[in-house]
């Protein structure tokens, strides 16, 4: 069955930096574009980060342009999102997701908290 374990978050500075890994099994990785989506406290889903299958294209949200870069590996079935000067506000649980936007099947998330 499809299955999409995240790890990697965890508490973080302001400014600091994490990244976010998802195994992903049961599919055909390698022929699907993937995103990372986010819920904060008391928010509704949000789309961060996008990728296509061949990775020659990634697209992000306005609010994590320049801060974060999303990539895969299609070889170990793996997604990654890579985080840097990463803000208060980016503290939500994090979910990769099959396809594009964020109505995709996700996996369980991991926490990302960031701290002044």
């Known amino acids: 069955q499809v299955q999409l374990v995240e790890s990697g978050g965890g508490l973080v500075q302001a400014g600091g930096s994490l990244r976010l890994s998802c195994a992903a099994s049961?599919?055909?990785?390698?022929?699907?574009?993937m995103s990372w989506v986010r819920q904060a406290p008391g928010k509704g889903l949000e789309w961060v980060a996008g990728?296509?299958?061949?990775?020659?294209?990634?697209y992000y949200s306005r609010s994590v342009e320049g801060r974060f870069t999303i990539s895969r590996d299609n070889a170990e079935n793996m997604l990654y999102l890579q985080m840097n000067n990463l803000k208060l506000e980016d503290t939500a649980v994090y979910y990769c997701?099959?396809?594009w936007g964020k109505g995709g099947r996700r996996g369980q998330g991991t926490q990302v908290t960031v701290s002044s």
């Open positions: 049961g599919f055909t990785f390698s022929s699907v574009s």
């Open positions: 990728i296509n299958y061949t990775s020659t294209g990634t």
């Open positions: 997701a099959i396809g």
